[in-house]
């Protein structure tokens, strides 16, 4: 069956980094996009960032752009998040999802990470 195990969140002070890492297994992981998506107390979850299957293309929000990159490794079934200039409004659990946008849709996700920016 289809898993993604997210790892690598922690604390982080603010302007700070942390990279996220999501490893996924049960599918031909190279076939499909992959997403970042986040969810904090009281809000609604929020795309974070998405690369196509052949990790040539990534999409951001504006509210991450300059600040996160995705990217993958196809040999080792891995998506990951590099995380910079950490805010405390990116603190959150952090999720991986197959899928690229949206607009799309994600059929399959990980249990999370939590990311914690705090001083």
């Known amino acids: 069956q289809v898993q993604l195990v997210e790892s690598g969140g922690g604390l982080a002070q603010p302007g700070g980094s942390l990279r996220l890492s999501c490893a996924a297994s049960g599918f031909s992981f190279s076939s499909f996009a992959m997403s970042w998506l986040r969810q904090a107390p009281g809000k609604e979850r929020e795309w974070v960032a998405g690369i196509y299957s052949d990790g040539k293309d990534t999409y951001y929000p504006d509210s991450v752009k300059g600040r996160f990159t995705i990217s993958r490794d196809n040999a080792k079934n891995t998506i990951y998040l590099q995380m910079n200039n950490l805010k405390p409004e990116d603190t959150a659990l952090y999720y991986c999802?197959?899928?690229?946008?949206?607009?799309?849709?994600?059929?399959?996700w990980g249990q999370g990470t939590q990311v914690t920016v705090s001083s």
């Open positions: 999802a197959r899928g690229l946008h949206p607009i799309e849709g994600f059929d399959f």
